[in-house]
T-cell receptor
């Protein structure tokens, strides 16, 4: 079935380091892809999205490119800040029906000063 | 922006008892609410979808009689874990379709960590 696999955390980085969180998916068809972020004590928030192959989603310095050939949607940021410490979830969604989201397990990021 | 308030954030209960988790949409009407569960180191899994005023639609493998969902109003949906057992210990999170945000707009609650002892 359809699924999302993302790298296991926690990921621990120093401030201003480069971040990559890997995400790959398995899907029959062409889903839309998302990254959600959950800050401590808060709900998940949509960080960025890409709806078709080769699209690049970007927000708050984060980027991810929809790669159909490698079925991947890796999250990157050139210089992380302490405030980026959170749990990041990769997800996919097909159009139609009630738009069910399929999530990965989440990757915890801890950024130290 | 749209907010979904989820309570409690943490709950510990004894085996055999029932626990109710509430999700309220603040300042908007949530016609559809999604309930997810996450076991340690596993994905958030959709348990059920509830529409206001109608019966919830459960995903395959989710026990309807164990996880009772009520969506009696446009601002409140509840999940009751009945006769809880330690294997029900998990992280539960709700999500509502956000108004005016297109097909990709969802607002999530902050989650409830349930521990059954």
């Amino acid at each position: 079935g359809d699924s999302v696999t993302q790298m296991e955390g926690p990921v621990t980085l120093s401030e201003e380091a480069f971040l990559t969180i890997n995400c790959t998916y398995t899907a029959t068809g062409y889903p839309s892809l998302f990254w959600y972020v959950q800050y401590p004590g808060e709900g998940l928030q949509l960080l960025l999205k890409a709806t078709k192959a080769d699209d690049k989603g970007s927000n708050k310095g984060f980027e991810a490119t929809y790669r159909k050939e490698t079925t991947s949607f890796h999250l990157e940021k050139g210089s992380v800040q302490v405030s980026d410490s959170a749990v990041y979830f990769c997800a996919l969604q097909f159009s139609g029906g009630y738009n069910k989201l399929i999530f990965g397990a989440g990757t915890r990021l801890a950024v130290h000063p | 922006g749209a907010v979904v308030s989820q309570h409690p954030s943490r709950v510990i209960c004894k085996s055999g008892t029932s626990v109710k988790i509430e999700c309220r949409s603040l300042d908007f009407q949530a016609t559809t609410m999604f309930w997810y569960r996450q076991f340690p180191k596993q994905s958030l899994m959709l348990m059920a979808t509830s529409n206001e005023g109608s019966k919830a639609t459960y995903e395959q493998g989710v026990e309807k009689d164990k996880f009772l969902i009520n969506h009696a109003s446009l601002t409140l949906s509840t999940l009751t874990v009945t006769s809880a057992h330690p294997e029900d210990s998990s992280f539960y999170i709700c999500s509502a379709k956000s108004p005016g945000t297109g097909v990709y707009g969802y607002t999530f609650g902050s989650g409830t960590r349930l521990t059954v002892v």
